[in-house]
């Protein structure tokens, strides 16, 4: 069994692909600047430490055949924390990995790269327009890891779609939290626009087979979603549905609603950045026939099932689940002004 090292270990989808590997006898490395709290604590090595520190990177590199690279800032970070985290900790870990022989490093990117696009679906080829600090750290980063594959590394790079299941709060904790509450919730534009999620195993199916597959087969640039999502007021629609109070999603016109999150934004009373907002309203979604042709992906969950089944962890989990806000994906994001707005719904 290979020995893998999970960077950002103590995270959404480091938990779920920790389990996931555990359940298949793997051994589990986790690097996180966090503390890894879960009962699978005394199963995996814990090294805190934090990927910018290359210190604590080659030692947790030690003995290591397969890494994972998940850690990363995300948008709700400052630009400067976002800049060395997504840059220079990929920098340290993927050169890191490079010196010690590591035989693969499966990188995890975003469909972020591609911006704010002007059609769909979209293919790895396209064009990588990088929206704020966040999308364009994100192409910076996969930049450093095409380099070291040009060098001979074995690195799939994966392109996930936004993803959901168990742990997840994040943005959608403010669905979950309304839908629960019995209330509605507004959505930018008519809801009539394809907007494609992703399950958290089906992600941790598609890591797996870039990590066991025949090298030639994996090393290339992955996008991953679900292929099966109906319309963005359809998916959330089912969530309140099952919550059970009857509520509905309300439209809102986009363009003034865009404005209004623009000047929140700006006053750092809003928890939605520029691609959610800017996006929310058009279609996005990926092809994912390369990972289907070359890795034999076929994932499991719909969008409707992926939303579901992370509502359902978030009712029976919510006494554990902290009150306070964070910037995570593990922590629910505090809803600013946006709790005011619940009110009407």
Partial sequence: MARFLITGGAGFLGINLCRYLLARGHEVVSLDIADFAYPERERIMEMRGDIRDRAAVDSAMADVDIVVHAAA???????????????????????????????????ISSTAVYG??????????DPRVGVGPYGEAKVAAE????????????????????????????????LYDWARDGRGFPMLGDGSNRYQLLDVEDLCDAIYLCSTLDSEAVNDTFNIGAAEFGTMG???QAVLDYAGHGKKVTALPAAPAIWLLRNLEALNLSPLY??????????????IERART???????YSNKDALLRNFQWYID?????????????????????????????
């Fill in 116 to 125: 704010i696009p002007d059609h769909h679906p979209l293919r790895e080829d």
């Fill in 143 to 174: 930049d450093i890891c095409l380099d070291y594959r040009e060098k001979g590394m074995v690195l799939p790079l994966i392109r996930p779609k936004s993803f959901v299941g168990p742990e997840r709060l994040g943005v959608f904790a403010l």
């Fill in 274 to 287: 520029k691609w959610v907002y800017e996006t929310a309203a058009k279609d996005s979604y990926v092809s």
């Fill in 317 to 345: 989990n919510e006494h554990a689940i902290g009150r306070e806000s964070g910037i995570s994906h593990r922590a629910p994001w505090g809803q600013g002004i946006l709790r005011l707005a619940k009110l009407f719904f």
């Fill in 294 to 300: 070359k890795l034999g992906f076929q994932p499991k």
């Fill in 73 to 107: 800032a995300l948008p709700l970070y400052s630009p400067e924390e976002i800049q060395t985290t997504d840059v220079d900790g990929t920098r340290n870990v993927v050169e890191s990995a490079w010196q010690r022989r590591v035989e693969r490093f499966v990188h």
């Fill in 234 to 236: 359809e998916d959330y």
